[in-house]
């Protein structure tokens, strides 16, 4: 046996200790290397993923079985559009997914007026950056939502669709409707990782210009992320809390107990 067999015998081969932490998230680490290139299968698995994310920026919403699934579990709908004409508008013109359409406007200011006892409670979907996450979680998150809400009483007015619509849209439509209380569900940025994540914000007192100060989000609902039953928990105990202190956004601190506690331990960002 030669000096070099020796070697290989008695050395014993390492593992890559990046390998194991795989398995713990889907982040890009550990991807190996050809000599000073990526492997082919991670450079496919990178070129897919972005696709994914493009896709789920620059597809059309299907409405229809949105609205089917929401009316079939007993919800009306309405349908509403921003002020962006069409999706190359909308990723042009931030400020135009926002604001509603003259004709959605005067939409609601007609309902409001053949319903002139306001609802309590406002929830609305819009597409956002993500088309796939609203059609797959939306429905389902907002029917899980609401059901808690209607055990406590509180009325809620017909379930709001609004296509080009970003997070501030919410505002003016829960305006129109006389609500209280506002919940939009929207469809997030997507990450290489993540093409179906669904938002929720949440706002007492909803009206137009108000900034994120005032809003509390849960992000990242999906499969993969936090489930529709975590979020909805989350999101009921916040609509508690603001109904008790009348506000919400910075002044509104989520200490329900799956924001205290982590992993059996105390959450350290929050107050004794």
Partial sequence: MNELEQTQQTTPVTENPWQALRRYTAARIAQGRTGVSLPTSALLAFQMDHASARDAVHTALQIEPLTEQLQSAGYQTIQLHSRASDRTEYLQR??????????????????????????????????????????????????????????????????????QGRVAVGDEVAELLGAELLILLVGERPGLSSPDSLGIYFTYQPSVGLTDARRNCISNVRPAGMSIEAASEKLIWLIDEAMRLKCSGVGLKDQSVSAVNINGKKNFLLPE
């Fill in 94 to 163: 931030p400020d135009l997914g926002r604001r509603l359409d003259l004709r959605s406007v005067k939409q609601l200011q007609e309902y409001r007026q053949k319903h002139p006892d306001s609802a309590r409670v406002a929830l609305v979907i819009a597409d956002g950056l993500s088309s796939l996450a609203v059609q797959n979680h939306a429905a389902a998150m907002a029917g899980s939502v609401l059901s808690r809400l209607a055990n406590r009483g509180l009325s809620i007015a017909p379930v709001t669709i609004v296509t």
